[in-house]
């Protein structure tokens, strides 16, 4: 863009000192052209020529240059004040008084010539002719100046254009240089690769590659996952190698499976240490945070002033961590919502959060709900609105106007306790409830 501006400012400084000349010569032709005329009047059929002489660069209008001046325009446009010379050639001898009164010029600016005009033929010479082969020749030089001008500018801004790109490559390929080790100072080393695919190739892990998988959904939560994973690689007898394997296995048969598994193609897996099969992320000590996986490395939490000013170890034996406690969910099924009605009028809150119901929603802050439910658009939340109606009518509230009345213009047969929406929204509750409860170690009230 500035190349651009530098071609366009160059080209507007440039014609302007070309039409300077440019001008200069057509007032001079139209200042011979006038006393040529001036002069035919009274000698018509006299054979002559005008020349004239100018002492500087006149300073005349630029309409000189679109509109030629003729005997019938104004004569006041015409620079007569910078001539310095008018030389009258003629085929017989003209009176200077006489030309001093035509052409109203002092002597002293008069030149008369006698010149013999008959080799060139019966018709005679009159200075119109020599004027459009002046002017003809003019606009051609110009043409070719203004022709030079752009051709010498384009390959200065292809050079400039040239220039410029290989200065920005060359910073490109520093910065790229640079971002390996600066990547190496704020991320652990081993991280995920967007340019890996295990899952989607049938990559062939290995036991001891399955066992770091399922130890790291297992130490970070991520249960959704691990029971995916279950489905994808049903190696059992290699999982129950670990400690916390059969328990942990039961126990993932009661959980919904997440269908991304994409944390598989960290490159840790490749080459896993088997010191965090037993370890859990609170027992990790924060020098180790490098030598991890991904998905454990984002639980352990570590600031930008932590990561900077970290000192990576290598990870050595210590001593194996507690077990998780696994409490396992039944898999409770409401068969109507005259059923989920009756439950949440007669059972414990406790019991009521087990129940697949919107009630899990509605107990927690309001500005809580509301940001959980402006995450879904219109048509997802016409698939997870079930429930009794006065549960409903609390929620509905919490709605912008606008999705409110695009749920209201959804069919109602869209919702269902299947669908992917209402199973996002009550795990995104059952988050909120075991982050609230791991930070104020209170049970959760209901709210007014």
């Known amino acids: ?95 200077l008084e006489i030309l001093e009164v035509i052409l109203q010029m002092p002597k002293n600016k008069i030149e008369i010539q006698k010149v013999d005009f008959s080799y060139l033929g019966a018709n005679p010479i009159l200075q119109g002719d020599s004027a459009w082969t002046s002017k003809t020749a003019f606009f051609i030089l110009g043409c070719m100046g203004c022709l030079c001008f752009l051709g010498i500018s384009w390959i ?53 590659q399955l066992k770091s998988l399922i130890s790291e959904c297992y130490w970070t939560e991520n249960d959704d996952v691990a029971a995916q994973l279950l489905r994808k690689y049903p190696r059992f007898e290699i999982y129950k190698e670990l400690s916390f394997g059969k328990n942990y296995l039961d126990y993932l048969r009661s959980v919904e499976p997440s269908e991304d598994i994409s944390f598989c193609n960290d490159v840790y897996f490749l080459d896993p240490s088997s010191v965090f099969f037993e370890l859990s992320v609170k027992d990790t000590p924060r020098s180790w945070a490098r030598c991890t996986s991904a998905l454990r490395f984002e639980k352990m939490d570590l600031s930008a002033k932590e990561t900077l000013n970290l000192q990576s170890e290598q990870p050595v034996e210590i001593k194996p961590s507690s077990a998780r406690v696994l409490k396992t969910k039944i898999a409770v099924r409401l068969r109507s919502i005259t059923e989920e009605k009756e439950l949440l009028a007669t059972l414990p809150a406790e019991q009521k959060l087990k129940l697949p119901s919107l009630y899990q929603l509605s107990i927690l802050p309001k500005e809580t709900q509301k940001e959980f439910l402006n995450m879904f658009t219109a048509r997802e939340l016409a698939s997870l609105w079930i429930g009794p109606d006065d549960l409903l009518q609390k929620l509905e509230p919490l709605l912008t106007d606008r999705k409110r009345l695009l749920l209201k213009s959804l069919p109602k047969n869209l919702a269902s306790r299947n669908s992917d929406a209402f199973k996002q929204i009550l795990k995104l509750c059952e988050d909120q409830r075991n982050q609230t409860s791991s930070k104020d170690k209170r049970p959760l009230q209901e709210a007014a």
């Open 156 to 208: 200065l801004k292809n050079s400039l254009q040239k220039l410029s790109k290989a200065i920005e490559d060359q910073a490109q390929q520093g910065a790229a240089s640079a971002l390996p080790i600066l990547e190496k100072e704020l991320t652990p080393a081993r991280k995920n690769n967007s340019n890996l695919n295990f899952t989607q190739t049938n990559f062939a892990f290995s036991d001891f």
């Open 1 to 95: 863009m500035k190349i651009n501006k530098l071609f366009l400012l160059s080209a507007f400084v440039f014609f302007p000192l070309l039409s300077i000349s440019a001008t200069a010569d057509h007032a001079r032709v139209e200042l011979e052209n006038y006393y040529s005329e001036k002069i035919k009047t009274v000698y018509p059929d006299l054979s002559f020529s005008v020349k004239v002489q100018m002492e500087n660069l006149p300073k005349v209008d630029l309409d000189l240059i679109t509109n030629p001046v003729s005997i019938s325009d104004e004569t006041s446009l015409l620079p007569f004040d910078q001539i310095k010379k008018v030389s009258v050639s003629s085929s017989k001898e003209l009176s």
